[in-house]
């Protein structure tokens, strides 16, 4: 079936540096994917979406220049937290849309991003 | 503003008891709504419901949609411990999707 990997599961890292978040298809070309947030026993928050080849469309209150979304091929698309910041701790996961499947979502597996 | 509601925010049952948890929505160009199950990591997709009035059904799970109404609801019977997660509601349109708060299911042995 239609599987999304995302790498790291899990990533502790220092205030100030950055750190990137991959996801990747592994069985079908993802023209589309979102970009989430979700912090403790709160909803998984939009962050921005992203189409191969141009640049992403982020929602309202997301800093582009500190989460950076690059979708350089169709089967893989980053997401970079830039100068990290103790708030930005939380549960990222990205979803891609898939058209061979019947409700055309398929989610990453997430990663805690606890910064220090 | 795009909204998905989600009732109650949580609960907390005995093994063999029924669960009814409540979506309601109000989105433009709504497509679908679906329903997922999050455990401790990414959610895994239950149901998708597009037409009106017409009950899906997976094991013990059952899920129907009310587009007149704006609102879903997603039924477990005879719960089991491994039911226990939260349970989210999400509405999709202009393909993207819009997720509800979540109702956190606690199931007790």
């Known amino acids: 079936g239609a599987v999304v990997s995302q790498h790291p599961s899990r990533v502790i890292c220092k205030s100030g540096t950055s750190v990137k978040i991959e996801c990747r298809s592994l069985?079908?070309?993802?023209?589309?994917m979102f970009w989430y947030r979700q912090f403790p026993k709160q909803s998984l928050m939009l962050m921005a979406t992203?189409?191969?080849?141009?640049?992403?469309?982020?929602e309202q209150g997301v800093e582009k220049d500190k989460f950076l979304i690059n979708h350089a091929s169709l089967t893989l698309s980053t997401l970079t937290v830039t100068s990290a910041h103790p708030e930005d701790s939380s549960f990222y996961i990205c979803?891609?849309?898939?058209?061979?499947?019947?409700?055309?979502?398929?989610f990453g597996s997430g990663t805690r991003l606890t910064v220090v | 503003e795009d909204k998905v509601v989600q009732s109650p925010l949580s609960l907390v049952v005995h093994e063999g008891d029924t669960v009814t948890l409540n979506c309601s929505y109000e989105?433009?160009?709504?497509?679908?709504l679906l329903w997922y199950k999050q455990e401790k990591k990414a959610p895994t997709f239950l149901f998708m419901l597009?037409?009106?009035?017409i009950e899906k059904k997976s094991g013990r799970l059952s899920s129907i949609l009310d587009k007149k109404e704006l609102f879903s609801i997603l039924n477990i019977t005879a719960t089991q411990t491994g039911d226990s997660a939260v349970y989210l509601c999400?509405?999709?349109?202009?393909?993207?999707?819009?997720f509800g708060a979540g109702t956190t299911v606690t199931v007790r042995a």
């Open positions: 992203s189409n191969e080849g141009s640049k992403a469309t982020y």
């Open positions: 999400a509405v999709e349109n202009d393909y993207k999707l819009s």
């Open positions: 597009t037409s009106s009035g």
């Open positions: 069985d079908f070309q993802a023209t589309t």
């Open positions: 989105v433009t160009n709504f497509r679908s």
């Open positions: 979803s891609a849309r898939n058209r061979g499947i019947s409700y055309g979502y398929t």
